[in-house]
T-cell receptor, first 110, second 113 residues
Framework: GQNIDQPTEMTATEGAIVQINCTYQ??????LFWYQQHAGEAPTFLSY????GLEEKGRFSSFLSRSKGYSYLLLKELQMKDSASYLC???????????FGKGTRLSVIA | GAGVSQTPSNKVTEKGKYVELRCDPI?????LYWYRQSLGQGPEFLIY????????DSGLPNDRFFAVRPEGSVSTLKIQRTERGDSAVYLC???????????FGSGTRLTVV
């Protein structure tokens, strides 16, 4: 089976940096994805990691350690529009569909 | 199309009725996925199509749920004898191949009263 854990809620200040952690246990591993979901909207793709290390894309970065079953999403220079849920999703063995965590609801405050 | 289109956006139905939810994926995307999402939860996998065939239907909760994709493009999720516990947002996603990220539609909010 697969199990994905991430914090339920986080709060951070506009302009600051926030790190959202995700730990996972899977049968096989074939990639980890982060999605952003604003309330009432569809999830949108943010990042993909399949090898260990950091992937940077503008204000967002994602890190993966396969040996530790651990990833984080780093958001820099937070803006109010970054208030959303952030979903960690893992693909297990082969072409199995993504399994999503419950999401972390981030609130950015002034 | 330019994005994944789902219709209807909202559906209210009475307990025991039959409903169909439609998904029109991005043109050329061979993989199509159905998920459902309850409030405060992440998307829960239901079924995955590769082309016309269901490659994995292990997430369908019971035999009241069925999905088809007869021509390898549009898919319909069918729910028989709806129950109040079926109320959720049903999300469809597509990808051009299984290793790619998914593009989600805006979802169908199903409410069973």
């Amino acid at each position: 089976g697969q199990n994905i854990d991430q914090p339920t809620e986080m709060t951070a200040t506009e302009g600051a940096i926030v790190q959202i952690n995700c730990t996972y246990q899977t049968s096989g591993f074939n990639g980890l994805f982060w999605y952003q979901q604003h309330a009432g909207e569809a999830p949108t793709f943010l990042s993909y990691n399949v090898l260990d290390g950091l992937e940077e894309k503008g204000r967002f970065s994602s890190f993966l350690s396969r040996s530790k079953g651990y990833s984080y999403l780093l958001l820099k220079e937070l803006q109010m529009k970054d208030s959303a849920s952030y979903l960690c999703a893992v693909r297990g063995r082969g072409n199995t569909p993504l399994v999503f965590g419950k999401g972390t609801r981030l609130s950015v405050i002034a | 199309g330019a994005g994944v289109s789902q219709t209807p956006s909202n559906k209210v139905t009475e307990k025991g009725k039959y409903v169909e939810l439609r998904c029109d994926p991005i043109s050329g995307h061979t993989a199509l996925y159905w998920y459902r999402q309850s409030l405060g939860q992440g998307p829960e996998f239901l079924i995955y199509f590769q082309g016309t065939g269901a490659a994995d239907d292990s997430g369908l909760p019971n035999d009241r749920f069925f999905a088809v994709r007869p021509e390898g493009s549009v898919s319909t999720l069918k729910i028989q004898r709806t129950e109040r516990g079926d109320s959720a947002v049903y999300l469809c996603a597509s990808s051009f191949e299984y290793r790619a990220g998914y593009t989600f539609g805006s979802g169908t909010r199903l409410t069973v009263v």
